[in-house]
Structure formats: structure tokens, C-alpha cells
Nanobody
Framework: QVQLVESGGGLVQAGGSLRLSCAAS????????RGWFRQAPGKEREFVAA????????RYADSVKGRFTISRDNAKNTVYLQMNSLKPEDTAVYYC??????????????????WGQGTQVTVSS
């Protein structure tokens, strides 16, 4: 059974940091594109960051560039999202995702076949 399980969410003050983790099991996720998306109340799910299987291609949403860093440990089938300088507008449920076509990073939700259950990140002002 394929599973993506996020952890690391929580409540933090503006300017603070959080590190999200997403552990994968049940599939060869080391060969997948691994990404992060987020969804705020009343809004569409939006792309945050993604990295291809080799780590040679990485993309970020403009809103998080310079503040967030995605990394992956293929040996552990885990992807991370280090979030620094958090802002209230970063408040959302964060989802990790897996894309079987492991070389090409895409930013649309349509490109990802596997999703975690989400973890809440709340940034207070």
C-alpha cells in the first residue's frame, strides 16, 4: 500500500521556522519527483516546491523563494521542507506529493499521483 505521511506542522510566530517531513512507503519513491503543495481555507491547492529524483532540478513558487528549501533523502524515501522567515500568509495545510515521471518537475496538481493526508501550519502575527 502506497503511503505518504507528513509531519512537522504546528503553530509558529511570524519570522519563525518549521521543518516538514514526508516519509514514503510502499513504492519506489526514490525515483519519483517529490513535491510540496499547500491549501489555505477557501483557496485552491497551490504549488510550493518540488525536486526531481536525482536532485538536479528544483522549482519553487515565487512566494516562497529564498525562504523555503526542499531537500530529499532517497535512502530514507523522505522529503523535507525547511521553512524560514514564515509569514501569516503561509498558513495552510501542507501536502506532500509524488510524481512517477521522476525527471520532470511540474507545478500543477494534475502531475502528481500520490498525496499525503496533510499537516497544518499556522503562522501567527
Amino acid at each position: 500500500q502506497v503511503q505518504l505521511v507528513e509531519s512537522g506542522g504546528g503553530l509558529v510566530q511570524a519570522g519563525g521556522s518549521l521543518r516538514l517531513s514526508c516519509a514514503a512507503s510502499g513504492h519506489a519513491f526514490s525515483s519519483y519527483v517529490r513535491g510540496w503543495f499547500r491549501q489555505a481555507p477557501g483557496k485552491e491547492r497551490e504549488f510550493v516546491a518540488a525536486k526531481n529524483w536525482s536532485g538536479g532540478s528544483t522549482r519553487y513558487a515565487d512566494s516562497v523563494k529564498g525562504r523555503f528549501t526542499i531537500s530529499r533523502d532517497n535512502a530514507k524515501n523522505t522529503v523535507y521542507l525547511q521553512m524560514n522567515s514564515l509569514k501569516p500568509e503561509d498558513t495552510a495545510v501542507y501536502y506532500c506529493a509524488g510524481r512517477p515521471a521522476g525527471e520532470t518537475v511540474v507545478t500543477g496538481t494534475w502531475g502528481y499521483d500520490y498525496w499525503g493526508q496533510g499537516t497544518q501550519v499556522t503562522v501567527s502575527s
